[in-house]
């Protein structure tokens, strides 16, 4: 990722041009280190998309993300297109280059950061320079005061937001800042369905929203759906898959077999989300028929024995039912009254004050989380609407609240998104699994060997961390709505890290057993080999027949097997104990990656080797079963043909475990040369802007750089009519 900015750009794009009503969308931007380059590079992307979206719109684009539309080789002379098209292709292409020329020109600049940080152009300072102590920002860009498009047509809002950061408090990362996003956003615009999408992931089908709107909107078990999640494709990953980067097995097999019980697991991104069901609230239970307590008179007959008094405690209970929801429509009815006056004193009605405790103390927000199908209050004015913005990001909102415990994305993990559906489906929620024969997002992956462990080693902590924790699947949720099968998945998506143990043993002994000269397994009877051949020949029959429902070739499977050994052996070992250690002693540990030469090709950073701790687990295995074939070789050699025939066997075990680790010994030693050095651009988070005009914004000087991976793109989706 050479232009991380540029990358962002491209996403907000995508969406902004997705094919969706523009007034039901909103996009919010989550700039979590207070970066004024992210803050400028929205600026211009906000100027271009005036032009992009009626291109994509007019034309029917695809991708509608311009950096990968235009690196598309299409002839389009040939298929004799359109000359009208063909024009206005080339003098966007032209408008896209200089956008590029000016992203790339504000990432040049925010190199030198100046000694007394950044100001902007009124002379004051800019409330980000202080990466961890700064204000809460909010900027809206677009959707506002009269922007449209080159063409008069209204354009979706565009929001750039960064939560307040102060010394001494716990922000929770990924997962506070996605809260905090659904909080303004509940303020500003409330849409009753969200779509969270990695800032490294575009939009591949534009399509892809009606689609899982499709799920959502079902009359029939569309209000049990909590979300629907997308597979995730990858861009810039070459046609061999050393490292198992596209992870086709996961995401074609289990996450489609899981569809068929509960639904899919949340991985992160490329999810729709429906509000109410982040909120913490139970999925609605299905009307059942008016059931009979015996069997003694047909149906219709209402005379029956206790028919009576059933339908007694089912008035009774319709008349609870209407009492409390008269009661809440109370309570939104007196807490409109009081946005208004904001800083006034607070209704005291009792349902308000039970709101505040679960939700903080925001009126206008207890107010949207009422609002079923999403909109905002009518009488709320543009500037009370983004103070209470301001207000629901601060770092004290959260205090004796229940965000990040019931609601929202749930903390106590780095893996926040498995734990955040597994709450879901704990309340009865269902979730859905949608493949489009389009992929709908793509996105860019680590490829090179250490950043590929880095990443399943962040994967298996978290999963040790929900394995560690109360809401560990194999103890937590009994007797609410999570089904059995459901159950095992999660268990299974947590457990794995201690497989690592086995494997090692595993990877071991045959090396051993050449060294010993030893066999690894012993005699057994024919019974035995049987039932051996039985279970190795069940196991082989379920990969193929999983590898044709899921329509994964063999070539892909076979990377999964060996990146699982790779991983298996490094990562997942190292997560264990770190997450021990981390969880039982309070020890954080880390390990550090350095860079080292690179390829020049157009894969290089699948070549680059970085050298860390992670590496030294699999380097062992690998030398010592590479010595021992070496040793068992040389021994038979010395010892003549009759020991040749025992040999075969141990060679099977240790060369399988080689075979196993090939990808890791070919990216070690095969393809580590001499190249220029390769910079990555990291991008410094920022807060939002507050402005209470709710729209007029200054241009603004460049930041420093930070991550990249800490910015978030949340889009809002209304209910289509």
Known sequence: MKEPPLITANTVLS????????????????????????????????????????????????PRAPEWYFAQRVDYLKD????????????????????????NGLVATA??????????????????????????????FLGHNGVHDVEGNELPRLVYVSREKRPGFDHHKKAGAMNSLVRVSAIITNAPYMLNVDCDHYINNSKALREAMCFMMDPTSGKKICYVQFPQRFDGIDRHDRYSNRNVVFFDINMKGL????????VGTGCVFRRQALYGYDAPMKKKPPG????????????????KKKNKKSKSNEKKKSKDASKQIHALENIEEGIEGIDNEKSALMPQIKFEKKFGQSSVFIASTLMEDGGVPKRASSASLLKEAIHVISCGYEDKTEWGKE??????????????????HCHGWRSVYCMPKRPAFKGSAPINLSDRLHQVLRWALGSVEILLSRHCPIWYGYGCGLKWLERFSYINSIVYPLTSIPLIAYCTLPAVCLLTGKFIV???????????????????????LEMQWGHVGIHDWWRNEQFWVIGGASAHLFALFQGLLKVLAGVNTNFTVTSK???????????????????????????????GVVVGISDAINNGYETWGPLFGRLFFALWVIVHLYPFLKGWLGETRQASHHHCCLVDTSSFCFNTSMGSHQPICVERWHCLRSLRVGLQLRLMT
């Not at 100046?114 to 809206?140: A, K, L, Y």
């Not at 994305?409 to 734990?419: A, H, N, P, R």
Request: net charge negative.
């Open 111 to 140: 190199q030198k950061v100046p000694e007394d940080g950044w100001t902007m152009q009124d002379g004051t300072p800019w409330p980000g320079n202080n990466v961890r102590d700064h204000p809460g920002m909010i900027q809206v």
């Open 80 to 103: 004799k297109v359109d000359p009208a098209f063909i024009r206005e292709r080339r003098a966007m292409k032209r408008e896209y280059e200089e956008f590029k020329v000016r992203i």
């Open 292 to 307: 009979r307590t015996c069997n003694c008179l047909p149906k219709w007959c209402c005379c029956c024995c206790r028919s």
């Open 522 to 544: 012993p005699e057994i009877s024919n019974y035995a080999s049987i039932i051996f051949m039985a279970l190795f020949i069940s196991i082989a029959a379920t990969g193929i």
């Open 15 to 62: 969406i902004l041009a997705v094919d969706y009503p523009i007034e039901k969308v909103a996009c919010y931007v989550s700039d979590d280190g207070a970066a004024m380059l992210t803050f400028e590079a929205l600026s211009e992307t906000s100027e271009f998309a005036r032009k992009w979206v009626p291109f994509c719109k007019r034309f029917s684009i695809e």
């Open 407 to 424: 609601i929202g994305w749930i903390y106590g993990s780095v893996t926040e998104d498995i734990l955040t559906g597994f709450k879901m």
């Open 597 to 627: 030469a690179a390829d020049d090709g157009e894969f290089s950073d699948l070549y680059l080797f970085k050298w860390t701790s992670l590496l030294i687990p699999p380097m062992t295995l690998l030398i010592i079963n590479i010595i």
């Open 259 to 266: 569809d068929g019980i509960q639904g899919p697991i949340y």
